[in-house]
């Protein structure tokens, strides 16, 4: 009989052994991660009900331009509780229109990305050899562009516009995934249940995506959610080069193009886009921590 190892951590002793009941318990350890979760849940649902939350149309214009948000100075207009741009628009109305742009992009870009990436990463770690060795340079000489100058070079030669910014987001950031599952289908690929499943004649598809792919999907998780944030940065970032999405639709990125002449005499137009970049990536950013917390068995209590 062998003897059972208790651990002295109540915490430990306490874990749900179940997968959802115990990625929860490690995931909600990171209180940082269970903050961003709540706040990007909320940007979530104000954009899906974008339409019924904003007090006005994003692009209707008013008289009355440069309102300073009412709680910032007294005797402002509570109609528009976070001020008014140049042309009369109301900021709070265009900011929460232009949190659909940025997680479109975020959903559109990391979803090509994982599909292509993975895609690749799994057939050249699989087959390996000269495939593998070509495929690697490949991503080796897009990774060393620096990714915005990259994705502004794609966009200049497709056109400016979100969609096409959208594409090049999603090749600069497929190389990530390409790198990240060939060394998980390396590490996986000789490991006996792989080789359980060859001598037992599951083809090469199979294999890879259904016996393969599911033990790599870990470090694949953390690295979507991260690159959700980067792809919202680097929208924000073609945007207000002019090379994203175009005025007047609502964008963050774009919004800060727009009123960056106008820094010194309404800092409101300027501060709030940016305010909404930095909460969103940040609250991203946290949750990306918190599921490496949850699903990297190393970083678990034994």
């Known amino acids: 009989m062998t003897d059972q190892v208790i651990s002295t951590d109540p915490e430990v002793n306490d874990a749900p052994q179940s997968g959802l009941a115990s990625f929860w318990f490690y995931f909600s350890e990171n209180k940082g991660a269970v903050v961003g979760l709540c706040f990007f849940v909320a940007i979530c649902l104000i954009a899906v009900f974008a339409d019924f939350v904003a007090p006005h149309a994003p692009n209707q214009q008013y008289r009355d ?33 232009g ?7 975020g959903i559109i870009v990391v979803v090509g990305a994982v599909t292509v990436g993975v895609t690749i990463g799994l057939i050249v770690g699989y087959v390996g050899g000269a495939l593998d060795t070509l495929v690697m340079r490949l991503m080796d000489i897009i990774l060393a ?72 999907m870990a470090p694949l998780i953390v690295q979507a959610a991260l690159s959700f944030s980067t792809a919202i940065l680097d929208a924000a ?11 007047p639709t609502p964008e963050w990125g774009t919004m800060l193009a727009e009123a960056r002449e106008f820094i010194l005499r309404a800092w409101w137009v300027v501060t709030l886009p940016g305010l909404a970049i930095l909460m969103t990536v ?15 068995p190393k970083l678990k209590r034994s």
């Not at 979100?162 to 060939?182: D, E, G």
Request: aromatic share 8%; net charge positive; charged share 15%.
């Open 65 to 97: 331009f440069f309102l300073v948000p009412p709680v910032w100075q007294e005797g402002g207009s509570w109609q528009f509780i976070l001020g008014t741009d140049a042309v009369g628009r109301d900021m709070l109305s265009r900011l929460i229109h």
């Open 237 to 247: 970032a073609l945007g207000f080069l002019g090379m994203g999405a175009q005025p």
């Open 145 to 216: 562009f620096p990714s915005l100058l990259l994705a502004l070079v794609l966009v200049a030669v497709l056109g400016p516009s979100l969609t096409n910014a959208i594409i090049a987001i999603a090749i600069i950031q497929q190389p990530h995934y390409v790198r990240l599952t060939r060394a998980a289908v390396l590490g996986e690929r000789e490991k006996d249940y792989v080789t359980a499943a060859r001598l037992a004649g599951v083809g090469p598809i199979r294999l890879m995506f259904r016996t393969i792919l599911p033990n790599c």
């Open 282 to 296: 940040l609250a991203i950013n946290l949750m990306g921590d918190g599921l490496r917390d949850a699903l990297d």
């Open 99 to 105: 949190s659909r742009f940025s997680l479109f992009v």
